[in-house]
């Protein structure tokens, strides 16, 4: 009669030298190496249903486990031995333990520092996409994003260091950075033509009606710049016959297109459409006028790049995921849903900015840079005097994880 037991990490053992709870055979109580080898099987189990649900085998049954190896009947008082060319039992729980040790551990999530300008940018829904349908933690990588108040800003911090990648950057302030000597180097394009309207009082109709007026803009070297004069020279107004203010996040231009404290701003999704709702005039978007030329992209911090290559090509492919949901119509509803909740704005405007990106095809769908187009920025740079006319864009590419084409 089986008096008293307890289970010994996970298996039923016999303190009383009865008989083993599971097969009625007498035994004698539990060795100290016994002890060893349950605590180091038990280990092992772990160990192994780690690794099964981590390559997503799922969580097998208790029942599946092997059976304990019992000791052997009783022939003597605390008899034990070692039959014939049997392993002893110490060299079996050294390999096992050996094994143990060298198994393939399960990493942490590697933190990646980004930076940004405006949460509510819809050019950042393909990182809210990855980060909510579990892409980044597929890859171990967990981005935290810091937000900035102007791109040129966000770009000091990825050159000092302070950020390791800046995913949405308009493309202008890395190439001059870049020129001017800063380590850093473009990834992959991220929306490859700007999405950007410009929107102005009601009262005003034309694109030629805003000679003399004051439009708001992202900066003094900002893209949105090389946009807008492109936009207004199609129309007649040359450099000078308007006046320039800034401001580096859409969200702080709408407001102040709103307060009427300028005349004309230029908007991205989806404050071009809460413009337009508001009464104001849509004159045009920049893609009519600049189809080929790319708005965003993803630069690195070169020094950090190299020291974390598999981590940027893990990253990139999580994004990768996250625009291909995108831009799969049958998830407009949930896309839809994680935007309203990340940029606290109408359902019917982010609405609005979904179809009008699926619509553009504005998110670069293969992760490739196209050299062709990515120098029509340079040459913009180039004809504004702010790269030099020899600067090659080979200098923008880090090799060995930038994919370039043509």
């Given at each position: 009669?089986?008096?008293?037991?307890q289970?010994?990490?996970?298996?039923?053992?016999?303190?009383?030298?009865?008989?083993?709870?599971?097969t009625?055979?007498?035994?004698?109580?539990?060795?100290?190496?016994?002890?060893?080898?349950?605590?180091?099987?038990?280990?092992?189990?772990?160990?192994?249903?780690?690794?099964?649900?981590?390559?997503?085998?799922?969580?097998?049954?208790?029942?599946?486990?092997?059976?304990?190896?019992?000791?052997?009947?009783?022939?003597?008082?605390g008899?034990?031995r070692?039959?014939?060319?049997?392993?002893?039992l110490?060299?079996?729980?050294?390999?096992?333990?050996?094994?143990?040790?060298?198994?393939?551990?399960?990493?942490?999530?590697?933190?990646?520092?980004?930076?940004?300008?405006d949460?509510?940018?819809?050019?950042?829904?393909?990182?809210?996409?990855?980060?909510?349908?579990?892409?980044?933690?597929?890859?171990?990588?967990?981005?935290?994003?810091?937000?900035?108040?102007?791109?040129?800003?966000?770009?000091?911090?990825?050159?000092?260091?302070?950020?390791?990648?800046?995913?949405?950057?308009?493309?202008?302030?890395?190439?001059?950075?870049?020129?001017?000597?800063?380590?850093?180097?473009?990834v992959?394009?991220?929306?490859?033509?700007?999405?950007?309207?410009?929107?102005?009082?009601?009262?005003?109709?034309?694109?030629?009606?805003?000679?003399?007026?004051?439009?708001?803009?992202?900066?003094?070297?900002?893209?949105?710049?090389?946009?807008?004069?492109?936009?207004?020279?199609?129309?007649?107004?040359?450099?000078?016959g308007?006046?320039?203010?800034?401001?580096?996040?859409?969200?702080?231009?709408f407001?102040?297109?709103q307060?009427?404290?300028?005349?004309?701003?230029?908007?991205?999704?989806?404050?071009?459409?809460?413009?337009?709702g508001?009464?104001?005039?849509?004159?045009?978007?920049?893609?009519?006028?600049?189809?080929?030329?790319?708005?965003?992209?993803?630069?690195?911090?070169?020094p950090?790049?190299?020291?974390?290559?598999?981590?940027?090509?893990?990253?990139l492919?999580?994004?990768?995921?996250?625009?291909?949901?995108?831009?799969?119509?049958?998830?407009?509803?949930e896309?839809?849903?994680?935007?309203?909740?990340?940029?606290?704005?109408?359902?019917?405007?982010?609405?609005?900015?979904?179809?009008?990106l699926r619509?553009?095809?504005?998110?670069?769908?293969t992760?490739?840079?196209?050299?062709?187009?990515?120098?029509?920025?340079?040459?913009a740079?180039?004809?504004?005097?702010?790269?030099?006319?020899?600067?090659?864009?080979?200098?923008?590419?880090?090799?060995?994880?930038?994919?370039?084409t043509?």
């Amino acid at each position: 009669m089986v008096r008293v037991a307890q289970v010994l990490d996970g298996f039923p053992v016999d303190l009383n030298r009865s008989v083993n709870i599971s097969t009625g055979v007498p035994q004698t109580p539990p060795l100290p190496h016994q002890r060893v080898y349950a605590r180091v099987r038990r280990a092992v189990w772990e160990r192994s249903l780690a690794l099964l649900v981590r390559a997503g085998e799922g969580v097998p049954n208790r029942d599946m486990r092997p059976p304990l190896p019992q000791p052997s009947p009783l022939r003597g008082e605390g008899a034990h031995r070692v039959r014939g060319n049997a392993v002893p039992l110490v060299t079996v729980i050294f390999c096992i333990t050996l094994a143990l040790l060298l198994a393939p551990a399960g990493q942490a999530a590697e933190s990646i520092v980004a930076g940004s300008v405006d949460a509510a940018s819809a050019s950042l829904w393909p990182l809210y996409i990855a980060e909510k349908n579990g892409y980044f933690d597929a890859a171990e990588v967990k981005p935290e994003i810091i937000f900035s108040q102007s791109n040129a800003s966000v770009i000091q911090q990825l050159t000092a260091g302070s950020l390791n990648i800046a995913p949405s950057a308009g493309l202008v302030d890395p190439i001059r950075a870049i020129d001017k000597g800063a380590s850093l180097a473009i990834v992959r394009i991220l929306i490859q033509a700007p999405p950007y309207a410009l929107l102005a009082k009601p009262t005003i109709k034309r694109t030629a009606d805003l000679k003399g007026k004051t439009i708001i803009i992202g900066g003094p070297k900002d893209i949105t710049r090389i946009f807008t004069e492109r936009m207004l020279t199609a129309s007649g107004l040359k450099p000078g016959g308007y006046d320039f203010v800034f401001a580096g996040a859409t969200s702080a231009r709408f407001s102040a297109l709103q307060s009427g404290a300028v005349d004309a701003a230029i908007l991205t999704v989806p404050f071009n459409f809460y413009a337009e709702g508001a009464g104001f005039t849509n004159l045009g978007f920049t893609f009519d006028v600049l189809p080929d030329m790319p708005f965003a992209g993803m630069a690195v911090n070169r020094p950090w790049a190299a020291a974390h290559p598999k981590t940027i090509e893990r990253f990139l492919t999580a994004v990768g995921k996250g625009i291909a949901w995108f831009d799969d119509s049958s998830h407009r509803e949930e896309a839809v849903s994680l935007l309203v909740a990340r940029s606290k704005t109408k359902q019917e405007d982010v609405e609005r900015s979904y179809d009008f990106l699926r619509m553009h095809n504005l998110f670069e769908p293969t992760g490739k840079v196209s050299r062709r187009r990515i120098g029509a920025v340079v040459e913009a740079l180039q004809q504004l005097g702010d790269v030099p006319a020899g600067f090659s864009p080979e200098r923008l590419f880090l090799p060995g994880v930038t994919q370039v084409t043509d």
